[in-house]
Nanobody, 124 residues
Framework: QVQLVESGGGLVQAGGSLRLSCAAS????????MGWFRQAPGKDREFVAA????????FYTDSVKGRFTISRDNAKNTAYLQMSSLKPEDTANYYC?????????????????WGKGTLVTVSS
């Protein structure tokens, strides 16, 4: 299985940027897709972005298109979420997820492994 640890969260002003990282460990020798989800206070967890094993395909929820970029470095077993032009409504706990497949996954129930999350707070 894969263990995931997120980092890079924090407090930022609206319009600012943050880069989240997700470090994978364990059985990383197999191909695995990765994704980012978020959960705002009092709301359900929602999909943010996903990337396939090779990094050649990405997918975003509409609200972050053009502002967020997902990427990965398989040599470092790490995925990233570059967030720019942040808005107060981006405030949430951000979770990294992974599953053993080469294709891109966008549904929460398609992911088998989850990190504990990193908090992003965007002030107005």
């Amino acid at each position: 299985q894969v263990q995931l640890v997120e980092s890079g969260g924090g407090l930022v002003q609206a319009g600012g940027s943050l880069r989240l990282s997700c470090a994978a460990s364990g059985r990383t020798g197999r191909s695995y897709a990765m994704g980012w989800f978020r959960q705002a206070p009092g709301k359900d967890r929602e999909f943010v972005a996903a990337i396939n094993w090779s990094g050649g395909k990405t997918f975003y929820t509409d609200s972050v298109k053009g502002r967020f970029t997902i990427s990965r470095d398989n040599a470092k077993n790490t995925a990233y979420l570059q967030m720019s032009s942040l808005k107060p409504e981006d405030t949430a706990n951000y979770y990294c997820a992974a599953s053993y497949t080469i294709v891109i996954l966008t549904a929460e129930d398609e992911y088998d492994y989850w990190g504990k999350g990193t908090l992003v707070t965007v002030s107005s």
